[in-house]
């Protein structure tokens, strides 16, 4: 296995397109969780997933955000319309019942 | 919120203990003290963690107050590739806590 993988590692979008990104956590584990972070920001957490079910949200995921996790197994989150303050650097991580956190390299969004 | 306070940031000389302090006054007895890393265009990476013992790994060492209302993570022989910023997070063992990052301390470890 090689770790959480994020794709793409860069998207640059104009202000009002969709974006959608994909996150492969490792097989094992069952939890799936998708933080933001912006410049010199730790990360924040946006939601998180026991395998296929979305278990919490936090108020930072406005509804033009999505999150889906089909089958238990990758993710994807979707940002409609976005906007300039959704520029930041999207980190998925994957655990197996809370421990273990292995964190992806993200996906670094710029709406421009 | 972050549960922790940890200064802005640090510099260390190369090959010198790097001590980086956190405090965590409300903490309770079921929260354990984690350390994790963030290197510059990477996600974090667990360094160690603790409840009330001192820990070793292979990375660093965990130093926890009796009063447990502090820590310290020494990195006993700093390189250039532990230029990093360090979080220290307070989090229940329960597992069903998501991990909340604080802002960090930003090291620099100088040649």
């Known amino acids: 296995d090689t770790g959480v993988s994020q794709d793409p590692r860069h998207k640059i979008t104009k202000r009002g397109q969709n974006v959608t990104f994909r996150c492969d956590p490792i097989?094992?584990?069952?939890?799936l969780y998708w933080y933001r972070q912006t410049l010199g920001q730790g990360p924040e957490f946006l939601t998180y997933?026991?395998?296929?079910?979305?278990?919490?949200k936090s108020r930072l995921l406005s509804d033009r955000f999505s999150a889906e996790r089909p089958k238990g197994s990758f993710s994807t989150l979707e940002i409609q319309r976005t906007e300039q303050g959704d520029s930041a650097m999207y980190l998925c991580?994957?655990?197996?019942?809370?421990?273990?956190?292995?964190f992806g390299s993200g996906t670094r969004l710029t709406v421009v | 919120d972050a549960k922790t306070t940890q200064p802005t940031s640090m510099d260390c000389a190369e090959g010198r203990a790097a001590n980086l302090p956190c405090n965590h006054s409300?903490?309770?007895?079921?929260?354990?003290v984690y350390w994790y890393r963030q290197i510059h265009s990477q996600g974090p990476q667990y360094i160690i963690h603790?409840?009330?013992n001192n820990e070793t790994n292979e990375m660093a060492s965990l130093i926890i107050t009796e009063d447990r209302k502090s820590s310290t993570l020494i990195l006993p022989h700093a390189t250039l590739r532990d230029t990093a910023v360090y979080y220290c997070?307070?989090?229940?063992?329960?597992?069903?806590?998501?991990?909340?990052f604080g802002k960090g301390t930003r090291l620099s470890v100088i040649a």
């Open positions: 097989s094992e584990h069952n939890r």
């Open positions: 409300t903490i309770s007895g079921n929260e354990y």
């Open positions: 997933f026991q395998n296929e079910a979305q278990l919490e």
């Open positions: 997070i307070v989090r229940s063992n329960s597992g069903n806590t998501p991990l909340v």
């Open positions: 603790g409840l009330k």
């Open positions: 991580a994957s655990s197996f019942e809370g421990y273990g956190y292995t």
